[in-house]
């Protein structure tokens, strides 16, 4: 005989996304249907995975199977052979150069900062402070001023913070990308600040500041053997070792390079 203390629970899960293919080109006008596939469906999958006595039932709509289908065949297509990617925010990961015209390099940059602010923002450090710099740069005025690479890193970002937790804790290349987010850190504050300074006439929308002090610092890019700013005279480009005869040649003139010298007080 049943318990009859137990109720029983079905669990259903219904996919679906409408169909955002271009049908006249090709390609995709909006990227969630593969971003919600990097996301939740990989975690509910993963989920199911991890507790073999757990059911459900999960549904998918032809067309997002036939979505996720072509998705995952011109990408493994670009993989091997560098035919293009099929959506525009995608192909930002992607070895080809960032539009520019204005109008669709300022798409890609405000498309990049559509997630969740307070779960997939700010919950990573340098995505908030490139999103920060996006912000002040997201206007027709301005766009011009944002960079291809900075671009590809807003775009890196972007797609890390949309990534499963499933993914996220167990690729090691994921991993590693999250750690060169952090070595980045330094030149996303010297880009905040830049903006700051140059930017925001009504006033700064972030700021870097003392947390023990409350007080605002302005980033400088310093020597750690002594303490001194790089932008000193003293400082000075040089070819460096793996120098190819071209940067041999434009850097020739620098011939003044001496040791360090102790500053007198």
């Not at 990617?85 to 990961?93: E, F, T």
Request: glycine share 6%; charged share 25%.
């Amino acid at each position: 005989m049943a318990d009859a203390r137990r109720l029983p629970v079905i669990l259903l899960w219904h996919m679906h996304q409408p169909q955002y293919k271009d049908a006249l080109t090709g390609q995709y006008a909006l990227p969630w249907t593969y971003l919600h596939a990097i996301k939740d469906y990989t975690d509910m999958a993963s989920h199911l995975e991890g507790n073999p006595a757990a059911r459900a039932v999960v549904n998918f709509t032809p067309l997002l199977i036939e979505q996720l289908e072509e998705i995952a065949r011109r990408v493994a297509e670009h993989l091997e052979s560098g035919s293009p990617l099929p959506d525009p925010v995608l192909a930002l990961l992607g070895p080809d150069p960032v539009p520019t015209e204005p109008a669709a390099r300022l798409e890609l940059l405000r498309t990049c900062l559509r997630a969740q602010r307070q779960q997939m923002i700010e919950r990573f450090g340098p995505y908030l402070e490139l999103a920060t710099i996006a912000e002040t740069l997201g206007t027709q005025e301005r766009v011009a001023y944002a960079s291809d690479q900075f671009i590809h890193d807003l775009a890196v970002w972007y797609h890390l913070a949309w990534l499963g937790e499933s993914v996220r804790r167990t690729d090691p290349l994921v991993a590693r990308l999250t750690e060169r987010g952090r070595d980045f850190r330094p030149v996303v504050l010297s880009l905040l600040a830049w903006g700051n300074r140059h930017f925001a006439p009504e006033g700064a929308s972030v700021m870097l500041v003392n947390r023990e002090t409350g007080a605002a610092v302005d980033p400088i890019l310093a020597d750690p053997a002594t303490g001194r700013p790089i932008d000193e005279p003293d400082y000075v480009m040089v070819p460096g070792p793996a120098a190819s005869g071209r940067i041999l040649q434009k850097y020739q003139a620098v011939a003044d390079v001496r040791p360090a010298r102790k500053r007198t007080s």
